[in-house]
């Protein structure tokens, strides 16, 4: 496994396109003190343990590309140190583009991103990722929000990426993504809008639900397919809710 300690200790530090096994019964990555680090483009297993542990004073780390699969958690955020070693909590953790793959919840214990505690921002951002199913259950279903809320939305409708490269990680298919208006929101963009920005031209889910935002169709042979004429409520964000300032959604195609 692969360890890093103390605040500071690693400024810029990238781990890139490696294959993590035979790490039974222990992490596979445990990270303390990262400063604008990134993770990318691994393949991580840690049977009874977590592929990737963010475990304090880890600021603006990108945890993008991975094959997260066969251990009890893929990526835990909190801070356990904090008490004994005086660790600082963790903040601006972006979680992008990864495969989850075979992950349950257990509070706690087992979950494909777990929220434990120990992070300073609002919201963790974890948006854009596959979770091993394409319905919301399936991605609520494995996500632990004991700490704090987890921004899952948008996320992937398929696994399977379009073009298999080995050794690449895991290269998300964009081509069609869902958005929620259930879920927590980092960030000051809108949850259709940040579907809208990560699309590969093609079509936006919109789940059931009112949507407050303010939405630009700015992309080419875009489809913005709500679930239900009735089930699908934008309201403009800088206007007063009302009757003619709210329209319903069932199919937008640009």
Not at 119 to 131: K, M, Q
Not at 137 to 142: I, K
Not at 218 to 230: F, T
Request: charged letters at 10%; proline letters at 4%.
């Amino acid at each position: 496994n692969l360890e890093d300690s103390g605040p500071g200790s690693h400024v810029g530090l990238v781990v890139s396109r490696n294959n993590f096994h035979d790490n039974a019964n222990a992490d596979a990555i445990d990270a303390f003190g990262l400063s604008g680090g990134t993770i990318s483009q691994n393949q991580i297993t840690a049977p009874g343990g977590a592929c990737l542990g963010l475990y304090g004073d880890n600021a603006s780390v990108d945890v993008a590309n991975n094959f997260f699969s066969n251990a009890d958690q893929g990526v835990q955020v909190a801070n356990p140190n904090a008490l004994l070693y005086g660790t600082g909590d963790n903040s601006n953790i972006r979680i992008h583009g990864n495969s989850f793959a075979g992950f349950t919840l257990v509070a706690g214990t087992k979950y494909a991103v777990g929220l434990e505690g120990g992070y300073t921002d609002p919201v963790l951002d974890a948006s854009g990722n596959w979770w091993g199913g394409n319905m919301e259950t399936s991605v609520t279903g494995v996500i632990d929000t004991t700490g704090g809320p987890v921004d899952y939305t948008p996320w992937l409708d398929t696994g399977v990426e379009p073009v298999p490269q080995v050794c690449d990680g895991f290269q998300g298919n964009f081509h069609t993504l869902h958005v929620s208006a259930a879920s927590p929101q980092s960030g000051s963009m809108g949850r259709i809008q940040e579907g809208i920005s990560l699309v590969s031209g093609s079509t936006v889910i919109i789940g059931a639900g009112t949507y407050v935002e303010n939405v630009l169709a700015n992309v080419d042979n875009l489809e913005l397919a709500g679930v239900g004429q009735a089930l699908v409520t934008i309201v403009p964000a800088l206007s007063a809710r009302s009757e003619e300032h709210t329209s319903e959604l069932q199919s937008l195609r640009h």
